[in-house]
């Protein structure tokens, strides 16, 4: 059996750093978002604002507006990385097209008896509906399980955002039932509906999804 702690095939060794791999799917494509990323990164978060601030968390009081400070962002993409070297964090922007149209990442992964990773993601208004973030999802999923070897994945979503449920029950992802004031959202100590698939649920239904959605 392998080990969970081996590289991930999907990386390269470039010197002393492992170097995030472009995830491929039908439509839709996933990479590390980069400084350069920021004015198109920047468009997209101002017209959705709206959109997304009622499902996140508040912004720390008295640190740069990251939506605003091409600086802030430069430096959120340097911590980002700083979590792909020491395999605690895999963070991607989704491209549609070649264009920016949102964001899907693994975060605070844990190895030991865990090996799991919590999955978050968000996408522009105008490109919800089209199934990108469905496909973005089985994406995430296959990286997380046939590359990283996590055995868990959860994804934790706030009971009444009705859109992001919809992702996860398009994929027949189980739910694992209501954690209560699971996470402060938006100023607010929010209920979240948990979802997740472990590796051997992924081994079932692998060839499924990936015909589905990526192939």
Known sequence: MASPFRRPRSYRRAGDDQVMPTLIGRRVALRALIAADFPSWQEVRRRNSDWLVPWEPA????LPDVVESPEAFAMRCSARERERQLGTGFGFGIFVGGRFAGEINLSSVQRGPFQCGYVGYWIDQAQAGYGYMPESLVLMARFAFDELRLHR???SIIP???RSRRVVEKLKIRDEG???RYLEINGNWED???YAMTIEE?????DELVGEWLE
């Open 59 to 62: 912004r720390t009081p008295g």
């Open 202 to 206: 992924w081994a079932e239904r692998r």
């Open 153 to 155: 994945i959860q994804v």
């Open 160 to 162: 009444r955002n009705h």
């Open 178 to 180: 209501v954690a209560l």
């Open 192 to 194: 979240h509906v948990r």
